[in-house]
């Protein structure tokens, strides 16, 4: 069946680097890759989504590239800050069809 | 505040339990989606309704059953309750269209002692 897997499960990273979480989706019909950042006792929220037909989307500090060969996608945070702390979660979709989601990333900004 | 309204937001109750989870989608959206996340774990997709019908189903359990009403509001049925469905239950929705973002509520947190 479909299935996201997500890396790393946590990371850790100084305030000001750069944090990379990739994830990899089986399902090669899957059109629609959107992030999700969840804070601890909320919902997840969106931060930036991408679909098939683009490789690369940017918001500010935030990217995300796809790999459809591959099958790969992957959030970049550039210049972390301590709010940027929480667990951010890849999903994978067909059309509006069962968003599935990665495990999720333990993102820890260290001030 | 993502326009998606669930309740409870906590609820204790009993092994053999039954509970209804409840979840109001934002103003316009005809697609709701249930999911369920357990302590450290990630977001398991259970079921997904568009407009009163049932469009996709995931990992749900055959003690759990869910429904969407004319009004597009949803309710998750959580019966025979174990002490492993205690998680956080969320509900998620978005216009039905392909391609669009589904938008989370806060979730209902269940724990089953």
């Known amino acids: 069946g479909e299935n996201v897997e997500q890396h790393p499960s946590t990371l850790s990273v100084q305030e000001g680097d750069s944090a990379v979480i990739k994830c990899t989706y089986s399902d090669s019909a899957s059109n629609y890759f959107p992030w999700y950042k969840q804070e601890l006792g909320k919902g997840p929220q969106l931060i930036i989504d991408?679909?098939?037909?683009?490789g690369e989307k940017k918001d500010q500090r935030i990217a995300v590239t796809l790999n459809k060969t591959a099958k790969h996608f992957s959030l970049h945070i550039t210049e972390t800050q301590p709010e940027d702390s929480a667990v951010y979660f890849c999903?994978?979709?067909?059309?509006?069809?069962?968003?599935?989601f990665g495990t999720g990333t333990r993102l820890k900004v260290l001030a | 505040d993502s326009g998606v309204t669930q309740t409870p937001k906590h609820l204790i109750t009993a092994t053999g339990q039954r509970v209804t989870l409840r979840c109001s989608p934002r103003?316009?959206?005809?697609?709701v989606y249930w999911y369920q996340q357990s302590l450290d774990q990630g977001l398991q997709f259970l079921i997904q309704y568009y407009n009163g019908e049932e469009r996709a189903k995931g990992n749900i359990l055959e003690r759990f059953s869910a429904q969407q009403f004319p009004d597009l509001h949803s309710e998750l049925n959580l019966s025979s309750l174990e002490l492993g469905d205690s998680a956080l239950y969320f509900c998620a929705s978005n216009p039905g269209l392909s391609g669009n973002t589904i938008y989370f509520g806060e979730g209902s947190w269940l724990t089953v002692v």
């Open positions: 991408i679909r098939s037909n683009v």
């Open positions: 999903a994978a979709s067909k059309g509006t069809y069962k968003y599935i």
């Open positions: 103003s316009g959206d005809l697609s």
